[in-house]
């Protein structure tokens, strides 16, 4: 398989430079006992500086990725990355706001999940506690380098980051401005780390730094995904590709069909959570494909569609076989005639990669069907794909969309950055 992070030798002892991956992981790792214990207080004291401090510099952090941005359009990173690396005033003021909404979560650590007193009358209870190090590998989402280290501080880890070449001005500047304002809160700064400096090395540092690393998340491309998952040493929450599906049954209304459709692709279409793929149940195509097909077209959408789709909308262009596996992750569209329900969830078994499907239909029990049927990590039913989102949820941030099913799945908060530990009081027991 080809990669795309080139190999790097880790040290194996702890005399390795002092500036290495290796030494920053091992920073992190000590940070992680201090974050461990930091009361729920402050924690949110300290993500409350860090809002403050991003607020604060937000004519410095639009300065670095203009920077960025340049030099991406230079390199032909293409549309849909440099919308996910732009950040303006206002994306930089909801960053700031979404840690502010970290800040004020209920905090998971030491929450009980269960426990029970055995016959001899030990206690047990079993307890959320911090993993200790949170690694991410990312790309082109300078966003994501605040909501990772908001959500595994207030989880009470430490987070290490990889954010990529395209986002690495914008990311040294986050990082410090983070860094700055946990240092003025009185937790240690080492609690986050960036390995960006050391480019691809850094990267495969993180991937095969187990003992350093307790969970690895990465987000980006299906390539990236695809190489962390298999080459990693430390274990990987695999947050997988967007080939998001949106069912229009025969008793879908034209106003739903058309306004989740146009939202769910139009609003953000370089997101994970845009549909890629429409499929409408033979006997709604004739009444509801040519009304979807003009508001889409209007919003700048190009459909590509099956011979059906092709028929009832002119200006659609074929749809090859590649279509239908394909996360646009622009303004097009896969849209397809399927004779029933049956067709359309066989269509959804083969090319979905788990994440979002959707289906609008007035009709109770294919409503239940396709809840009970698709496995994905989000099922709606009436509802737009671009729902599936941690702000949304609820979470405030998020860590990623998980389209594994061990551990986590969907969209991860604080409770999918934290494990569990049994914790047992006796008075004097013994097994015999």
């Given amino acids: 398989m080809s990669t795309v992070i080139a190999d790097f030798a880790v040290p194996a002892d702890a005399s390795a430079a002092a500036d290495s991956p290796e030494a920053r992981m091992r920073a992190a790792k000590e940070a992680a006992r201090e974050t461990a214990r930091l009361t729920s207080d402050a924690k949110a004291a300290a993500l409350e500086a860090i809002a403050a401090a991003l607020a604060g510099a937000s004519g410095d952090i639009i300065a670095a990725n203009a920077r960025d941005l340049a030099r991406g359009a230079e390199e032909g990173i293409g549309e849909a990355l440099l919308d996910r690396l732009r950040l303006d005033d206002k994306r930089i003021q909801a960053l700031a706001s979404a840690v502010r909404e970290v800040a004020a979560l209920p905090d998971p650590v030491g929450r009980v999940v269960g426990g029970h007193r055995m016959p001899n009358g030990v206690a047990l209870e079993q307890v959320r506690v911090p993993f200790g190090v949170v690694g991410a590998i990312y790309e082109a989402r300078p966003n994501v380098t605040v909501d990772i280290a908001a959500l595994a501080l207030r989880s009470g880890n430490a987070a290490v980051l990889r954010g990529g070449s395209a986002a690495r001005e914008s990311n040294t500047v986050l990082v410090q401005v983070m860094r700055d304002a946990l240092a003025s809160a009185g937790v240690t700064p080492e609690a986050i780390q960036t390995v960006d400096d050391f480019g691809r090395a850094g990267a495969t540092a993180m991937m095969h730094g187990r ?166 990590a989000v099922v709606m039913a009436n509802a737009s794909t671009r729902f599936t989102d941690g702000g949304e949820f609820g979470f405030g941030a998020e860590v990623g969309i998980s389209t594994q099913k061990l551990h986590a799945r969907g969209p991860m908060g604080l409770a999918e950055l934290t494990s569990t530990k049994w914790l047992a009081r006796g008075a004097g027991q013994t097994r015999g």
């Avoid at 146009?262 to 009304?291: F, W």
């Fill in 211 to 376: 003992g350093l690393i307790d969970v690895l998340v990465p987000r980006g491309s299906a390539g990236l995904i695809e190489t962390v998952v298999t080459e990693s040493t430390v274990p990987v929450i695999e947050t997988g590709a967007g080939v998001v599906h949106i069912v229009l049954d025969e008793s879908a209304p034209l106003d739903w069909a058309r306004d989740i459709v146009v939202n769910a692709k139009v609003q953000r279409p370089s997101v994970c959570n845009a549909v890629e793929t429409v499929l409408v149940l033979r006997g709604a195509a004739d009444r509801i494909v040519p009304a979807v097909a003009d508001a889409l077209i209007g919003q700048g959408v190009t459909i590509h569609g099956d011979a059906e789709i092709q028929r009832l909308v002119p200006s659609a262009v074929p749809a090859t076989d590649e279509d239908w596996a394909l996360e646009h992750l622009s303004l097009d569209l896969s849209m397809r005639v399927v004779d029933d329900l049956d067709a359309a969830l066989a269509h959804i078994r083969q090319y979905s990669t788990g994440h979002t499907e959707s289906i609008i239909s007035t009709d109770a029990l294919a409503i239940e069907r396709f809840l009970a049927e698709v496995d994905s």
